[in-house]
Structures are given as structure tokens and as C-alpha cells.
């Protein structure tokens, strides 16, 4: 099992920037792909970035496609997510999700589906105002 928190988050005018944090403690990051997802007030949660086992493949929706990035440094169990360019609408509560993928054929895998996580944080709020 891993424990997965989230840090980072605050508040920010539109066209600045934020770098999510979440630190993984507990089985072995390396085997866990990994995803940010944002739930905005009176919304479903969504699907935000996902970043493969080894971080050579990443996934994003097109609303946040060239402004968002994420990676991963599997030596110090930290997944990030690095906004850029922030809206207003970009405002919500992120959530950072691992998925266990242990087999070596799931090396590459990316996750974009919220049921196939299992781990999820706590979350940490981003505002952005016009």
C-alpha cells in the first residue's frame, strides 16, 4: 500500500504559475503510475495529467494540453505538476492518484481513468483569480 500527499497548492492571479507536490511514502513508488485529477465545487472530479512507471509517457486532456506538465523523480518518491498559464477556471481542488502496475509490461502504462486508481490524497486547493 502507499500513502500519497499532496502539497503545493494557494492562491494565484490568472497567468501565474503553481507546482503541485506529492510525496508517496510506503511500497515502492517506481511501481506505481500515477495521475493528477481536480474536483471544482458542484463538478465531478476530472482528469488532469498522467505520467507512466518510468515517466518517459505522459497524457493530458486538451485543457490543460502545452500549459501542464507532469513528472516524477522515482528517487525521491515525488510526483509533480507543474501549472503554467493558469485560468480561473483552472480553480479546484487537485488531487494526486497512484495506481500499483508492478508487471515490467505496465512499464510504459499511462492512466487516465479515475476508477483504476486506488491511492488518492487528500487533496490541496488552487485558486486562481482574474
Known amino acids: 500500500q502507499v500513502q500519497v500527499v499532496e502539497s503545493g497548492g494557494g492562491l494565484v492571479q490568472a497567468g501565474g504559475s503553481l507546482r503541485l507536490s506529492c510525496a508517496a511514502s510506503g511500497r515502492t513508488f517506481s511501481l506505481y503510475a500515477m495521475g493528477w485529477f481536480r474536483q471544482a465545487p458542484g463538478k465531478e472530479r476530472e482528469f488532469v495529467a498522467a505520467?507512466?512507471?518510468?515517466?518517459?509517457?505522459?497524457y493530458y486532456p486538451d485543457s490543460v494540453k502545452g500549459r501542464f506538465t507532469i513528472s516524477r523523480d522515482n528517487a525521491k518518491n515525488t510526483a509533480f505538476l507543474q501549472m503554467n498559464s493558469l485560468k480561473p477556471e483552472d480553480t479546484s481542488v487537485y488531487y494526486c492518484?497512484?495506481?500499483?502496475?508492478?508487471?515490467?509490461?505496465?512499464?510504459?502504462?499511462?492512466?487516465?481513468?479515475?476508477?483504476?486508481?486506488?491511492?488518492w490524497g487528500q487533496g490541496t486547493q488552487v485558486t486562481v483569480s482574474s
Open positions: 492518484a497512484a495506481r500499483f502496475s508492478p508487471l515490467q509490461d505496465m512499464e510504459e502504462l499511462v492512466v487516465t481513468a479515475e476508477h483504476e486508481y486506488r491511492y
Open positions: 505520467i507512466s512507471r518510468s515517466g518517459r509517457n505522459t
